[in-house]
């Protein structure tokens, strides 16, 4: 079975432009989070999407939205970039429902440097 | 929100026993976890335990759970070179999905 991925693995963009991010779950998950890691704040949650719903949301500024597709699909968005938000960002998927525990199944990341 | 803190470094000699320590401020947390990060790659899930529980052992991990002080920690046995990585510790809450709340990650250093 496919694990997730996430495209890109790398880019590089200046301050002001927009970006947009990738994931697609491992088949059969329909929720889909997606996490900022910065060395110094650790991994921060972003957001999580089910049945293209957003049902939790982290303390991002607005700059900072996503999407999920009805293949399970997810695309996050960061407009008017700024140089702290140079980071890997990671997305999860989980599967819902029956024995479920929440564990989450990471892609490798996108990593992002803003110039 | 909640809030999950653990310390950033460890450093242990291989064949000791490495204990990584944590707490959160949710006492509503239903499943705590431990993920594992190696260099370059995403994170995979260690362990997990339910918040109805104390104590699990698997293989060479002891996770411990002090619910009234809200302490989690991680023991691993044995502790070999292959084991230094970033470990995080993470909690969620069942209901309305899970939003799953990680730690700063503390690494891991195993000298030979």
């Known amino acids: 079975k496919a694990g997730v991925t996430q495209t890109p693995r790398y880019l590089i963009k200046t301050r002001g432009q927009q970006v947009t991010l990738s994931c697609s779950p491992i088949?059969?998950?329909?929720?889909v989070s997606w996490y900022q890691q910065t060395p110094g704040q650790g991994l921060q949650f972003l957001f999580e999407?089910?049945?293209?719903?957003?049902?939790n949301k982290g303390n991002f500024p607005g700059r900072f939205s996503g999407r999920q597709f009805s293949n399970s699909r997810s695309e996050m968005n960061v407009s008017t970039l700024e140089l702290g938000d140079s980071a890997l960002y990671l997305c999860?998927?989980?599967?819902?429902?029956?024995?479920?525990?929440?564990?989450?199944?990471f892609g490798e990341g996108s990593r992002l440097t803003v110039l | 929100g909640e809030d999950v803190e653990q310390s950033l470094f460890l450093s242990v000699r291989e064949g000791d026993s490495s204990v990584i320590n944590c707490t959160y401020t949710?006492?509503?947390?239903?499943?705590l976890y431990w993920y594992k990060q190696e260099p370059g790659a995403g994170l995979q899930l260690l362990t997990y335990?339910?918040?109805?529980?104390d104590m699990k052992q698997d293989q060479r991990l002891t996770v411990l759970l002090n619910k009234k002080d809200k302490h989690l920690s991680l023991r691993i046995a044995d502790t070999q070179t292959g084991d230094s990585a970033i470990y995080f510790c993470?909690?969620?809450?069942?209901?309305?999905?899970?939003?799953?709340?990680f730690g700063a990650g503390t690494r891991l250093f195993v000298k030979a």
């Open positions: 999407y089910f049945s293209e719903t957003q049902r």
């Open positions: 993470a909690v969620s809450e069942e209901g309305g999905g899970f939003k799953t709340i």
């Open positions: 999860a998927s989980s599967l819902e429902g029956g024995l479920n525990t929440g564990e989450l199944f």
């Open positions: 335990i339910f918040s109805n529980m």
């Open positions: 088949s059969g998950h329909r929720s």
């Open positions: 949710d006492s509503s947390s239903t499943y």
